[in-house]
């Protein structure tokens, strides 16, 4: 089973800084997908970036883009010029695509909990 | 808004009771998960429908049931209620349900058992 881990609980960055988030995974595949979610005070999952595992090329978001290192199984999520919406919960996920024909779930980790700083 | 509406917001009942939850996927979408989001547990899939097709299970409980109706809205039923199932009950929806989709979710049932 895939397992998906990020080891910091809590982080803080100041306005307009940068800040990275780590997160690692486990996994025997050598596809899949992997994913950022957000999730604000008012407690809904929002999107934020995803990536391809066949795809050398790091995904970008606006701001946010994030650092693939698939031989290190590692999928962190930097945010640029950080701003007080970014505040939030912000969790990784995998997805396998071989769970079956039209189906496939979201595994998760713990959650990183981001504070911004005026 | 993702455009995934859940009922009720929030929940609050007795040990040993049954409740109903109830999904309405974004127009088009054809597919819909249910996660539970505990303190203890974190983010956990429970279980994936297509087309009012049982696609994927999860870490489902034997209490707990879902469906899929005709006009793609969900309900999660949760039976023999225990004090461990209090959690934010989120369901989400994609188009056709593969990998390729996005999940795009709704903004949860938060339950508390008494």
């Known amino acids: 089973a895939q397992t998906v881990t990020q080891s910091q609980p809590e982080m803080s960055v100041q306005e307009a800084e940068t800040v990275t988030l780590s997160c690692t995974y486990d996994t025997s595949e050598s596809d899949y997908y992997l994913f950022w979610y957000k999730q604000p005070p008012s407690r809904q999952m929002i999107l934020v970036i995803r990536q391809e595992a066949y795809k050398q090329q790091n995904a970008t978001e606006n701001r946010f883009s994030v650092n693939f290192q698939k031989a290190a199984k590692s999928f962190s999520l930097k945010i640029s010029d950080s701003q007080l919406g970014d505040a939030a919960m912000y969790f990784c996920a995998y997805a396998s695509p071989y769970s079956g024909a039209g189906s496939y779930q979201l595994t998760f980790g713990k959650g990183t909990k981001l504070s911004v700083i005026p | 808004d993702s455009g995934v509406t859940q009922t009720p917001k929030h929940l609050i009942t007795a040990t040993g009771q049954r409740v109903t939850l109830r999904c309405s996927p974004r127009s088009g979408d054809l597919s819909v998960y249910w996660y539970q989001q505990s303190l203890d547990q974190g983010l956990q899939f429970l279980i994936q429908?297509?087309?009012?097709?049982?696609?994927a299970k999860g870490n489902i409980l034997e209490r707990f049931s879902a469906q899929q109706f005709p006009d793609l809205h969900s309900e999660l039923n949760l039976s023999s209620l225990e004090l461990g199932d209090s959690a934010l009950y989120f369901c989400?929806?994609?188009?056709?349900?593969?990998?390729?989709?996005?999940?795009?979710f709704g903004p949860g049932t938060r339950l508390t058992v008494l």
């Open positions: 989400a929806s994609s188009l056709t349900g593969g990998v390729t989709d996005t999940q795009y």
């Open positions: 429908y297509y087309n009012g097709e049982e696609r």
